[in-house]
């Protein structure tokens, strides 16, 4: 079992609309939580961090965090073509050690 | 984002070459990293340095070697590599390594060896 696992997609969401993406983790203790976007040859950057279960809301963006189902999920409301880019889950586990998803490559179709 | 710089930002080595990686971080932060990226995986932790002492090697191979001056510069000298060692390299900073501290990311070397 992957320590961090995402669909790879493409998900593919009209502008407009709200896009879903969504990550599992193993280690259940796991103690925070972080979402990045990458644009197609750039680093990544930091969208969101959450360490308590519930929702974070930053703008358009809402983590959503549920260490009992060992769930996080990122909503991006009112989706913009310049969303589009893979977005990285990543994960600190019991050791100090962030994980981090292969990613879940977003296409905003104008 | 300016806070985390890395030079060169593409490379082309040779198997027999040896070349320097420069990350420096310009965020007061007290941790570094090195990651690999290659396509289609998940961002591979290499290396991790703490108030300039490695905590973190994970199992990379010793054709990889970091070093770490200060809090605020980062190298990897690679010498004698593979073929499937083309990535790209990223150096990330925090200020500590507390669940609660955030990486911040460079813009990544281009490594391509033939």
């Known amino acids: 079992q992957k320590e961090v696992e995402q669909n790879s997609g493409p998900l593919s969401v009209p502008e407009g609309a709200i896009a879903s993406l969504n990550c599992t983790y193993s280690d259940r203790v796991s103690q925070s939580f972080f979402w990045y976007r990458q644009y197609s040859g750039k680093s990544p950057e930091l969208i969101m961090s959450?360490?308590?279960?519930g929702d974070k809301e930053d703008g358009r963006f809402t983590a959503q965090l549920n260490k009992a189902s060992q769930y996080v999920s990122l909503l991006i409301r009112d989706s913009q073509p310049s969303d589009s880019a893979t977005y990285l889950c990543a994960v600190n586990n019991r050791h100090q050690k962030v994980t981090f998803g292969t990613g879940t490559k977003l296409q905003v179709i104008p | 984002e300016t806070g985390v710089t890395q030079t060169p930002r593409h490379l082309v080595m040779g198997m027999t070459n040896k070349k320097s990686l420069k990350c420096e971080q310009h965020l007061g932060h007290n941790a570094m990293y090195w990651y690999k990226q290659s396509a289609k995986k998940p961002l591979e932790l290499m290396f991790v340095y703490n108030f300039k002492e490695q905590t973190e090697n994970n199992s990379v191979p010793s054709r990889f070697s970091p070093e770490c001056p200060n809090s605020s510069h980062l190298f990897l000298h690679l010498h004698t590599l593979q073929p499937e060692d083309s990535a790209l390299y990223l150096c990330a900073s925090s200020q500590g390594t507390a669940f609660t501290d955030t990486q911040y990311f460079g813009p990544g070397t281009r490594l391509t060896v033939l």
């Open positions: 959450i360490y308590s279960n």
